[in-house]
T-cell receptor, first 115, second 116 residues
Framework: AQTVTQSQPEMSVQEAETVTLSCTYDTSESDYYLFWYKQPPSRQMILVIRQEAYKQQNATENRFSVNFQKAAKSFSLKISDSQLGDAAMYFCAYRIMDSNYQLIWGAGTKLIIKP | GAGVSQSPSNKVTEKGKDVELRCDPISGHTALYWYRQSLGQGLEFLIYFQGNSAPDKSGLPSDRFSAERTGGSVSTLTIQRTQQEDSAVYLC??????????????FGPGTRLLVL
């Protein structure tokens, strides 16, 4: 069975500092997609970053970057220069590339930014 | 352009009543998904539509839940004879396709359903 685990229910970081959110997954597939979504109190689920498993290069989007370790089945999110607007729930999600189009989700990590 | 929209934003209903939740996907997106998010939890897949293909209903929790997508665009999720355990946020997402860089799902703001 495919599962996604986010072991940190809550994380806090000082504004302008760097924080890393962890995500591990379990799969027997070799090709798949991985995503980080952000959900602020407004409920809108917003895509932060995506990674294709066949790409060795870690995805980067401005202050957001991932550390993708395929052999370890790890997909952590690093947020640099944290801002107050980064406060939200962060969800890691997984999807097989060729089928099973539904996303499998972790339980989320609540990120608190301290001013 | 406009994102995914959902209505109503909030819905309070009495146990046993039927409710309809609406989703307007991004124009041109062929795939549409419904998820349920219970308090403090991740998302649970409910149903998926892709173009004119038969929907994948494998995630629907019971036969009280149904969904349709008219004209390949707007979708309605219907919950009949609502129960208190149906209380959750119902999220809709759409994507251009299901592979080849088009698979990223874009979400609406959700409908918060409270069954009293």
């Amino acid at each position: 069975a495919q599962t996604v685990t986010q072991s940190q229910p809550e994380m806090s970081v000082q504004e302008a500092e760097t924080v890393t959110l962890s995500c591990t997954y379990d799969t027997s597939e070799s090709d798949y997609y991985l995503f980080w979504y952000k959900q602020p109190p407004s409920r809108q689920m917003i895509l932060v970053i995506r990674q294709e498993a066949y790409k060795q290069q870690n995805a980067t989007e401005n202050r957001f970057s991932v550390n993708f370790q395929k052999a370890a089945k790890s997909f952590s999110l690093k947020i640099s220069d944290s801002q107050l607007g980064d406060a939200a729930m962060y969800f890691c999600a997984y999807r097989i590339m060729d089928s099973n189009y539904q996303l499998i989700w972790g339980a989320g990590t609540k990120l608190i930014i301290k001013p | 352009g406009a994102g995914v929209s959902q209505s109503p934003s909030n819905k309070v209903t009495e146990k046993g009543k039927d409710v309809e939740l609406r989703c307007d996907p991004i124009s041109g997106h062929t795939a549409l998904y419904w998820y349920r998010q219970s308090l403090g939890q991740g998302l649970e897949f409910l149903i998926y539509f892709q173009g004119n293909s038969a929907p994948d209903k494998s995630g629907l929790p019971s036969d009280r839940f149904s969904a349709e997508r008219t004209g390949g665009s707007v979708s309605t999720l219907t919950i009949q004879r609502t129960q208190q355990e149906d209380s959750a946020v119902y999220l809709c997402a759409s994507s251009l396709g299901i592979a080849g860089g088009r698979e990223t799902q874009y979400f609406g703001p959700g409908t918060r359903l409270l069954v009293l």
